[in-house]
């Protein structure tokens, strides 16, 4: 429990309702503390507090579009990097053709996002067919591989909690069936196409550790469990399958929309509301986006 300096106080000119009724002619600006879960002050300014002419120095606004970066390769360790710092990784790969190898990630738990594609996931838990608008998370020290349809290949993002866990958030006097039950959340099998890729043929398993890369060489296919019980889980839910928090009064903030926790930031999720009767689209569409918020 934290003990906040916290007696909310009101000067000047402002909006009773934060995001709500400003006074006439001024832009809100909000600072707070741990992400959304804080202490907040929200600043009603008579210019926009993004109206800079210039930067200088190391510090610059960024803006990223990812259509326009490059990356490929044949393992995820190969992915491009775009953010990063002691809490987490965020970086994009494209599996073009299926993998040749097992990768084990050391350093935290590995959350996958499919922008585009489909395909197969074999992992220790199991195998799991996985498609567009799929987050798989994937426990700490997993061993996975990726097997693309023909069709096209699987474009990712891929959020990593360094030294860390991805955790459901506290869904408050919402309850925790919210946003989406656990129900909801599948988790791979031990079926046929799993025990069908066993095998005693040589393979290699990439471990990624304090960022840097080793090879694990083993005469079978280590993907060979005949079962597992537990609680420590490789599961995936669907943006089809998140039911968001909507209010037509009130401006929700970005907290409202978290679909994981981990140290340091969360993973939040913008979308419609829609049914999973509803026919999807082949792709994601522009109204669903993935956002990550640090604190």
């Not at 360790?77 to 990630?105: F, G, Y």
């Not at 591989?145 to 991805?166: K, N, Q, Y």
């Amino acid at each position: 429990m934290k003990n906040w300096i916290n007696f909310p106080r009101v000067e000047g000119e402002t909006s009773r309702q934060a995001h709500a009724n400003f006074p006439a002619n001024t832009f809100e600006r909000e600072m707070g503390k741990e992400g959304f879960f804080g202490p907040a002050t929200h600043f009603y300014h008579r210019h926009p507090p993004t109206g800079w002419t210039d930067f200088e120095g190391p510090l610059r606004p960024h803006a990223f579009d990812s259509t326009r970066m490059v990356h490929s390769g044949n393992s995820p360790w190969e992915c491009k990097p775009i953010l990063q710092n002691s809490d987490s990784l965020v970086a994009l790969w494209t599996c073009n053709v299926a993998m040749d190898h097992l990768v084990r990630n050391a350093d935290g738990d590995q959350l996958l996002f499919v922008h585009n594609g489909s395909g197969d996931l074999y992992c220790d838990f199991g195998h799991l067919h996985i498609r567009d608008g799929d987050y798989i998370v994937l426990p700490r020290g997993t061993m996975w591989r990726l097997e693309p349809f023909d069709s096209e290949p699987l474009e990712l993002l891929m959020v990593e909690a360094t030294g860390g866990h991805f955790q459901l958030p506290d869904k408050g006097i919402v309850g925790p069936h919210a946003i989406f039950d656990q129900a909801m959340l599948d988790v791979p099998t031990i079926d046929d196409q799993f025990r069908t890729q066993q095998s005693e043929d040589e393979w290699q398993v990439k471990v990624k550790v304090r960022q840097q890369v080793s090879t694990i060489t083993f005469p079978f296919n280590p993907l060979d469990a005949v079962g597992w019980k537990g609680d420590n889980l490789a599961v995936r839910i669907n943006w089809r399958d998140i039911r968001p928090l909507m209010s037509h009064r009130y401006h929700l903030p970005p907290s409202a929309h978290t679909t994981f926790v981990a140290r340091g930031f969360v993973v939040c999720t913008f979308t419609l509301a829609r049914s999973r009767a509803t026919p999807a689209p082949s792709r994601c569409p522009s109204s669903t986006t993935t956002t990550i918020s640090t604190s």
